[in-house]
Structures are given as structure tokens and as C-alpha cells.
């Protein structure tokens, strides 16, 4: 069950010129949550030891919660005198007690599962989608040069074949890194201290302090020896680093009236991440891994370049 709610204020503040600022927001009930309710606590993730005698039995139940707020802005130019523009920047929080059936960590009880099966409500943090800020810019435009453009109108069709009649299009996004957990054998550790990395865990690339944390220490079932723990760290607490895209193109009609009026050649001339920006994801969370945690060596999308020529009737 979903509840879905906006306001939002448009304003032509300018010729051709949009402003638009909106507070939207949603609120999610019975959604849907994996348990582990066997008495094992490694494959199925811990177990709430509601059946005994089974080590893993995944129940789907319908008792999660989620809350998305958000403000989001956008400010726009219709085409004119050439020129559009679209640029947006929201700033959202989105928050859940469960993943649901598929998580960050995969598809299982054990992945997206509650740490503390007895206490579902601890998993209420920050959603594995969640992005807390993200701006974009797109425009189209169209090159004031060439004939029957404002810039050399006169120049012979030769040269306007080179250098006349091109459109540009931007498309630039910077948001906020994913969020990310740390764990120590798949389940939430206790915080000690400061995490935020030292001048020598920097230098190696990690993105926070490995002494701040400890595999949990507080059992689930106090009582019995062989009981999962559970630690004091919150869910998806941390955050990648910041992600940059820019895609260009730039592409050109050659009109065939030979063939049809409606006929055009069109050359096309594309970049994706133009600055070749490195874009991580998010680091390894895994205490254990003593040579990888806090690293990123993921890459997303390194910088491609495509020319064609493609046939527009």
C-alpha cells in the first residue's frame, strides 16, 4: 500500500523561461520483508527459532515500512533563439526497514533479511536506492553558424557543408554515491570509534578506518552460546563517493532533395563521460578482508567515443 503526495509551484518568471520548485513525497505499508524463521544461522541468514528443528526456512511476510522524501527543482528554457535548456537538482532521502526480496548483497534471506530477526524495526535506515543529492543539465542547440543561421549566412554551400548547420547536445549528472554497509561475516559490527580514514588509509585508497570497527559481540539469544550476534552499526550508513557524468553529441542533417524532401543523411558524432571521469561505487564492507576493506577498485563507464552515419527519412 502506497501513499503518493506532491505540491508544486510553477512560475514563468521569463520569456520561454520555467522555474518549478515541488515538495514530493510517498509513504510505503506491507511491504514485503524475508525471515529466516529455522533455528540456523548461516545460510538462511540468523534464524527467529520460530520453527525448531529446520535450520532455514524463509518466510515472506508483509510487515516493512518506507518513507521517500524530497524536494526537487527544475529550471527550463523552451526552445528559442536556438537553445533549450532542462536542469534539475533534488535533494531526497529515502528511508525502509526492509530491501525487500532483492537487496544490494543479493536475493536471500541471508542477504536482505533482518540482522536481528526478533527485532525486524533495527533495519530502518537509508535505502539501498536511496540518493541523497543529484543534479543534471541537458540542453539542444542549435549552432548559430551557417547559412540561414545568424553567423555566416552568406558563406558558399561548400563551406556549409564543413562547417554550417551542427547541433550540440549536453547531458551532465553529478549525484550522490550509493550507500554502502560494513559487516563481518554478512551481519552488522559494532562501531568503536571515528571511521573516517587516516592520512595512511587514504594514501592506500581506503575510504575509512578499519580500527573503528569489531565483529558484534552482543548475541541475538543471550542465553545460548551459539547465538547470531548483532552489532550497534545501523544499516547503510556510509556512502560512496560522489558520481560525474557528461555525455556529448554532436550531429549534423545533410538534406538529399534528389531522393526526397524528407530524405537526410545525418552525421553523428557522440562522447560519453567526455572528461573520463572516474566513477566508483561503493567500497568493500567486509572487516575480514584485511587488503580490501574500505577500497574501491570498481569502475563505471569509462569514457566512449562513436561517430556515424545513420539514414533519417
Known amino acids: ?20 520548485v515541488a515538495y514530493v513525497g510517498s509513504l510505503g505499508r506491507n511491504l514485503l520483508t524475508l525471515t529466516n524463521i529455522g533455528t540456523g544461522n548461516d545460510e538462511g541468514g540468523p534464524g527467529s527459532r520460530e520453527v525448531t528443528g529446520v535450520g532455514a526456512i524463509t518466510a515472506t511476510r508483509f510487515n516493512a515500512r518506507s518513507s521517500y522524501n524530497a524536494l526537487q527543482t527544475k ?32 536475493a536471500s534471506a541471508r542477504d536482505c533479511g533482518p540482522d536481528d530477526p526478533l527485532r525486524p524495526e533495527l533495519e530502518r535506515g537509508s535505502s539501498d536506492t536511496d540518493v541523497r ?13 551557417g547559412r540561414n543561421r545568424r553567423y555566416l549566412q552568406n558563406i558558399p554551400r561548400a563551406l556549409d557543408l564543413v562547417i554550417g548547420g551542427f547541433q550540440l547536445n549536453n547531458i551532465v549528472q553529478w ?6 554497509n560494513v559487516t563481518c561475516n554478512g551481519g552488522r559490527v559494532d ?11 587514504r594514501a592506500a585508497g581506503r575510504q575509512l578506518n578499519r580500527a573503528a570497527f569489531r565483529c558484534a559481540t552482543t548475541r541475538i539469544f543471550p542465553s545460548d552460546p551459539s547465538s547470531p550476534h548483532i552489532g550497534t552499526l545501523g544499516r547503510n550508513v556510509f ?35 567526455v572528461l573520463n571521469h572516474v566513477n566508483r561505487s ?32
Not at 191 to 201: C, H, Q, S, V
Open 191 to 201: 562501531l568503536l570509534g571515528d571511521p573516517t580514514p587516516t592520512d595512511a588509509d
Open 133 to 145: 543529492h543529484r543534479f543534471t543539465f541537458s540542453n539542444v542547440y542549435d549552432l548559430p553558424i
Open 282 to 313: 561503493s567500497p568493500n564492507g567486509d572487516i575480514n578482508n584485511t587488503n580490501d576493506f574500505g577500497r574501491d577498485i570498481s569502475e563505471q563507464r569509462r569514457r566512449q567515443m562513436e561517430f556515424s552515419l545513420k539514414l533519417i527519412f
Open 75 to 106: 529550471l527550463e528554457k523552451r526552445f528559442s533563439r536556438s537553445l533549450s535548456i532542462l536542469s534539475t537538482y533534488t535533494w531526497a532521502h529515502a528511508i525502509d526497514t526492509s530491501p525487500g526480496g532483492i537487496c544490494s548483497n543479493g
Open 239 to 273: 556512502r560512496g563517493e560522489n558520481q560525474f557524468y557528461w555525455d556529448a553529441t554532436l550531429f549534423k542533417n545533410f538534406p538529399v532533395p534528389s531522393i526526397s524532401e524528407a530524405f537526410n543523411v545525418q552525421f553523428r558524432f557522440s562522447a560519453y563521460n
Open 1 to 20: 500500500m502506497y501513499h503518493q503526495y506532491n505540491l508544486t509551484l510553477q512560475y514563468e518568471f521569463a520569456p520561454n523561461w520555467l522555474g518549478e
Open 175 to 180: 549525484q550522490s554515491g550509493p550507500v554502502y
